[in-house]
């Protein structure tokens, strides 16, 4: 099993800055791909930032310029700087994490989530 514990979310006024904190841990974990998804009321859950083990990233073309992603490797930890908050942030922010662990005689792929933690930017 992977678990996936997400940190820092909460309420912000426009302008202002929120980081959040990501952290997988499993048998053995290997770790590919970690990311930040975000899904607002009434709308679809969608990627905002990520990053592999090789430390490429992407970003959503709305947080561009305002949001950082950065990854611990030892420790199997994201986080997500979030700079310059907008209302349209607001969002449940959920945590994604892709790879591998070792479960009984071999490894197993897997992709598991957080729980998600709430964002609320007021204007």
């Known amino acids: 099993q992977v678990r996936v514990v997400e940190s820092g979310g909460g309420l912000v006024q426009a302008g202002g800055s929120l980081r959040l904190s990501c952290a997988a841990s499993?048998?053995?974990?290997?770790?590919?791909?970690m990311g930040w998804y975000r899904q607002a009321p009434g709308k679809q859950r969608e990627l905002v930032a990520g990053i592999t083990r090789n430390d490429d990233t992407n970003y959503a073309d709305s947080v561009k310029g305002r949001f950082a992603i950065s990854r611990d490797n030892a420790e199997n930890t994201i986080y997500l700087q979030m700079n310059s908050l907008k209302p349209g942030d607001t969002a449940v922010y959920y945590c994604n994490v892709r790879g591998t662990y070792f479960s009984g005689a071999w490894f197993r792929e897997y992709d598991s989530w957080g729980q998600g933690t709430q964002v609320t930017v007021s204007s």
């Open positions: 499993g048998s053995r974990l290997s770790i590919n791909i």
